[in-house]
């Protein structure tokens, strides 16, 4: 009886464990706690008492108490575990199910015939008569094994074999040599004992070591979960500026590590650029670019895996202290490297750790390429939609002016012809002034038109004769309403010569709006709201542009570093930190320089570009398009 309480225990904990369950583990602990109570009864008058005769047998006991727990925990468990069993049966399919079935077949007669014996026990006068389909019951699972794979038979009778035979030979050769030379004695006794401990010891050695290695590794291996995991969120991110913080943060909130940053592959400027650090106090260990022959990109490029900071040496781009850092390469070759700090708690980092970080390497090039393939969808539909929208402008354009011209003309014609009939002088004047209104709004409209036009018009991208003054006042028409709805004052001060240069009048537009949002951004809390432009001919050579605004100001020693790209002092979701390095780029490509002043944080900034000015031109040599005039500056 002692082996038969704890059938149910470990039948159900083989079908939890088979099925997967994920509760399985609080149902095992029960269950076996409650045989190790019965088993400890099974040998006292608790569990049985009074022998005597009962049908066939002579001597049979009767159950007591514990027997009867015995009993509703026994039939409870096969029920319940055949229970589960049909309940898989119905979702499972294919080679699983028939598994599934053939398990639930065989116990299931097996056990209706070991229920008869517990009648007998009851005093219930049907004899065990049907014990035989206990055997018949294995011969179901072993169908299951052979027939449907349930397990790899081949692999079990191996190990076991290979067992016996170790066994046979480390434990049959002492006795042998006992039985041979001591005969048979008191020495068999601890000798057996010393046999079972040998064939348990190794089983009881690999139980502690996995609990000693789990209680003392549970950190460790929780981060490497969610490290694994991360990979998961990895792929459903498909903006690149969200996923590198995620990755950065979540790495070193998990690992508890000082720092952890991404230096990303930018082409245009030949290097890697830091793009996210976590925390961002930890931003002064490093350099924000690394160039591409650096010594450390060679190193990366060559190992092509995870290397901690003793492996690489001293680097005057980083300062790692026990790091680590983390290549990722793509299809492109290197395409990131993470950087992680020294752990918080000083530990060392282990081959399991660097294990896995490879393999974040691999899920993090994986998501990069995700994201930068996601983006060129989007940049091709913002591309299609722009175009869409340039010919739709040009349409509404075209509308909008034919109406506006026929307006203008109809108000001069009024004007002209017939207030000479209106005899009174106060309703001719008030006539007058309204067709005024009329003939000024309606050139309003067709100016803006105009530079809507001009502004948005395909450009060969070569250095054209333009009116400065022109250029000036489109960008007004254009940006005038944004300066409205801002309630900037706007004013500006021009000489009155016409000055030329030579370039691209959507490019040098877009300069004077990179500096007009910039100033409203900076003047968003400020109590006075003023923008002055300023057109100086500084020399004949030379003419300077400069935008005042009455923002927040620049701290002096950002002046020299606002135009490198990604510089803002914006929220991140508010800019990018391109448009100043933009405008950079296209008054470079004018032949001409841009820089800023401010007298510091709170007194406002001023930004100022000059562009070389072009030489003998005459207005009616600017007014001939085709013309083959050599222009000199």
Request: charged share 20%; aromatic share 14%.
């Amino acid at each position: 009886m002692l082996f038969v309480i704890f059938i149910p225990s470990t039948f159900t904990h083989f079908i939890l464990t088979f099925l997967k369950v994920d509760y399985g583990k609080r149902i095992n602990v029960c269950n076996y706690l409650i045989s190790l109570f019965l088993g400890l009864t099974v040998y006292t008058r608790l569990f049985a008492r009074d022998i005597g005769p009962f049908l066939v047998f002579p001597y049979w006991l009767k159950p007591r108490f514990p027997f009867f727990i015995h009993s509703i925990h026994f039939f409870t468990n096969i029920i319940y575990s055949h229970f589960l069993m049909l309940r898989a049966i119905k979702y499972y399919s294919g080679i699983l199910k028939n598994q599934v079935l053939y398990i639930f077949i065989g116990p299931a007669i097996g056990f209706s015939a070991g229920a008869i014996n517990y009648l007998t026990w009851y005093r219930v006068p049907i004899p065990p008569f049907l014990n035989f389909l206990v055997s018949i019951s294995v011969v179901f699972v072993s169908y299951a094994i052979i027939k449907y794979r349930l397990m790899d038979i081949r692999v079990a009778l191996t190990r076991a074999g290979v067992f016996i035979a170790v066994y046979l030979l480390v434990l049959g050769i002492p006795f042998w040599i006992g039985f041979k030379y001591l005969g048979q004695g008191p020495w068999i006794l601890p000798v057996s004992i010393m046999a079972v401990f040998a064939t348990a010891g190794p089983f009881i050695y690999i139980f502690l070591q996995r609990r000693a290695e789990d209680a003392l590794l549970k950190e460790r291996r929780r981060y490497q979960e969610t490290i694994n995991n991360l990979s998961e969120t990895m792929i459903e991110i498909r903006d690149i500026e969200k996923l590198l913080p995620t990755i950065t943060s979540t790495v070193g909130e998990a690992v508890k590590i000082k720092f952890a940053m991404i230096f990303l592959k930018q082409d245009e400027y030949k290097s890697f650029q830091l793009k996210s650090c976590y925390p961002k106090e930890a931003k002064s260990r490093c350099q924000e670019l690394i160039p591409l022959d650096d010594a450390l990109i060679s190193i990366l490029n060559q190992r092509r895996k995870p290397l901690l900071s003793e492996e690489i040496g001293h680097q005057d781009k980083i300062n790692l202290d026990s790091g680590v850092l983390i290549p990722c390469f793509g299809k492109e070759g290197l395409r990131a490297i993470l950087v992680l700090g020294a752990k918080a708690n000083n530990q060392m980092y282990t081959p399991d750790d660097l294990l896995v970080f490879e393999t974040l390497s691999y899920n993090t090039s994986f998501a990069i390429e995700n994201c930068t393939f996601w983006k060129e969808i989007e940049d091709r539909h913002r591309k299609a939609r722009l175009q869409e929208m340039d010919a739709f402008s040009y349409s509404l354009a075209h509308e909008i002016d034919n109406p506006m011209t026929f307006v203008c003309n109809l108000a001069r014609f009024l004007k002209e012809h017939f207030l000479k009939y209106i005899t009174d002088p106060e309703e001719r004047k008030e006539v007058e002034e309204m067709c005024n209104i009329i003939m000024e709004g309606s050139e309003r409209v067709m100016g803006m038109v105009k530079a809507i036009r001009q502004f948005g018009q395909k450009t060969t991208g070569e250095l054209e004769p333009l009116n400065l003054q022109e250029v000036i006042e489109g960008f007004f028409k254009l940006y005038s309403p944004e300066l409205k709805a801002n309630f900037i004052i706007f004013s500006k001060e021009m000489p009155d010569e016409i000055i030329y240069v030579k370039g691209v009048a959507a490019e040098l537009q877009q300069v004077l709006m990179i500096f007009a949002k910039n100033a409203i951004h900076a003047m968003m809390y400020s109590q006075e709201k003023k923008i002055y432009l300023k057109v100086i001919k500084v020399n004949q050579s030379t003419v300077r542009i400069a935008v005042s605004d009455t923002g927040y100001g620049i701290k002096k020693e950002n002046l020299h570093t606002i135009f490198e790209p990604f510089f803002t002092s914006k929220a991140s979701t508010e800019g990018t930190g391109m448009g100043l390095h933009n405008a950079k780029g296209f008054v470079l490509r004018h032949q001409g320089r841009i820089w800023a002043e401010s007298e510091g944080e709170g007194k406002g900034a001023t930004f100022i570009f000059e562009l070389p000015i072009l030489q003998d031109v005459k207005p009616e040599d600017f007014k001939k398009k085709d013309s083959k005039t050599d222009w000199a500056y």
